[in-house]
């Protein structure tokens, strides 16, 4: 695609500009002396044990957002409704506009990617996202706006990039993306909430998205710290967190200090191969979701969902998801370092039951240095189906008898990122991965003997600084 090279570059450049900010943070600074013991330590610092008035106060009166569905910071908040741990650094680049609190935040990979193995394949491909939110008091509560935009559809194309083991939507809507990851739509999320206090601790709220996310599954991997500095979806993306996109979400719930329970209805159906438009609402579908933080370093959720139709070519498949998880966040003097661990488990109605477990872990110090980790262990039933005869190469034969069976497969992903700028909002840096797939024994005449694959890519982040 010519225009592919020449659209990469100018959103580099875009995310490159530092906005004027008043306050951005990603790695937490060197720790200073505490402030005397009249004055409460800001919510962000680790340890800081404050009530949830505390830290709204603390996030109004300074530079911080106060968190858009209840009484604490912005910092336990991450995609849609869901939590992270408090003591995460938050990213983006904040300021004031009259009542209003405004951040920025935004990420872009140019990434070259080589699968090895016979289903391999290279290429050149640029993941990247760009988000705003903006809050204000009104009237007895708060009101919390977010919007969302990706390039994809221009940087990747409607091919995704090469995954070994990925699975999940279409391409044209007729042939299943099988070892490619699919782009993300042009709108990620456009969304409200508003939340009213209850009592000393607690709110009720609502949020609304077209796009938006449903209470379902842990943070999408790109907001959650253990995961955003990787530049490829974990395979468990359509077991755990894929509804981050959906077109039509309605969320209530309700927080009491530390505990959070939720439930949505929300359009069942995976966006579609034109990633360009705002498809019609269904709400056709419905999840319920429990989060605990026991204290500011983990968040733990259990989730569980119905499914309407979600995938366009089986669409008299309905589907049942249970998701759980854990995070753990470790703020360092000069870095962070997170860790992840979730399970998923899909049911179709009919069709076969298969889970996925993720272990995924990023490390921040120095304060340019970045290692990541990620593992992952899958029962997968979409590696061979739909009429789709194979890639090209493969016996028609081989690639039949597999059809529609369940395969445990697996990956192991271990990475490095060198920042080399870093400014007023904004890093940029050089970076690889590795990745090993594991793959059954009946499986090796079309993957090959546990391929493995690499990345090199160059990374610029919007609202950070080290």
Do not use: C
Not at 409 to 420: C, M, N, P
């Amino acid at each position: 695609m010519p225009t592919k090279p020449i659209l990469v570059v100018t959103l580099a450049l875009a995310l490159s500009v530092p906005a004027q900010a008043q306050h951005t943070h990603q790695h937490p600074p060197p720790q200073e002396p505490a402030p005397p013991a009249a004055e409460p330590p800001p919510a962000h610092e680790h340890g800081a044990q404050t009530t949830g008035h505390e830290r709204m106060d603390h996030g109004a009166e300074g530079h911080e957002m106060p968190g858009m569905l209840g009484p604490y910071g912005i910092s336990r908040e991450a995609s849609g409704t869901a939590w992270q741990p408090e003591s995460a650094p938050h990213m983006g680049l904040h300021t004031t506009r009259g009542d209003w609190m405004l951040m920025t935040h935004g990420f872009l990979f140019l990434v070259y990617d080589d699968q090895g193995g016979p289903r391999g394949d290279e290429d050149v491909f640029s993941a990247n996202m760009l988000m705003g939110m903006a809050s204000r008091e009104a009237g007895p509560g708060r009101l919390g706006l977010r919007a969302m935009i990706s390039a994809e559809p221009w940087t990747i194309g409607r091919r995704g990039y090469p995954l070994l083991l990925q699975t999940g939507e279409t391409a044209d809507g007729v042939h299943p993306l099988v070892d490619r990851q699919h782009p993300h739509d042009l709108f990620m999320e456009l969304a409200a909430s508003y939340n009213v206090p209850v009592g000393e601790d607690g709110s009720v709220f609502v949020y609304a998205g077209w796009p938006g996310e449903p209470a379902l599954g842990p943070p999408a991997f790109m907001h959650r710290f253990s995961g955003m500095d990787l530049p490829e979806a974990p395979l468990g993306h359509h077991w755990l967190d894929s509804t981050h996109v959906t077109f039509g979400v309605l969320t209530l719930g309700w927080i009491q200090g530390d505990v959070k329970l939720e439930g949505s209805v929300f359009t069942g159906r995976e966006p579609d191969e034109d990633r360009l438009d705002i498809e019609e609402p269904k709400m056709d579908s419905w999840s319920v979701r429990a989060s605990w933080q026991p204290t500011p370093d983990w968040s733990l959720q259990a989730s569980y969902g119905f499914l309407k139709s979600p995938e366009q070519l089986e669409p008299e498949v309905d589907l049942d998801r249970v998701t759980a998880s854990a995070i753990y966040n470790r703020p360092l003097p000069d870095g962070n370092w997170q860790t992840t661990f979730a399970w998923g488990r899909n049911a179709k109605d009919p069709g076969e039951t298969t889970d996925t477990y993720l272990l995924e872990s990023t490390l921040a110090f120095a304060p340019r240095h970045t290692v990541f980790g990620r593992a992952e262990r899958q029962e997968n039933d979409e590696l061979f189906g739909h009429g789709d005869h194979g890639h090209e190469g493969e016996a028609s034969d081989v690639v039949d008898s597999l059809e529609g069976r369940v395969f445990n497969v697996g990956k192991l992903t271990l990475g490095y990122i060198h920042d080399l700028f870093a400014g007023d909002g904004y890093q940029a840096g050089i970076g690889a991965s590795w990745s090993l797939a594991l793959v059954p024994e009946e499986l090796e005449e079309v993957y090959g003997d546990q391929p493995s694959s690499w990345m090199a890519f160059v990374r610029v982040v919007l609202g950070s600084e080290m």
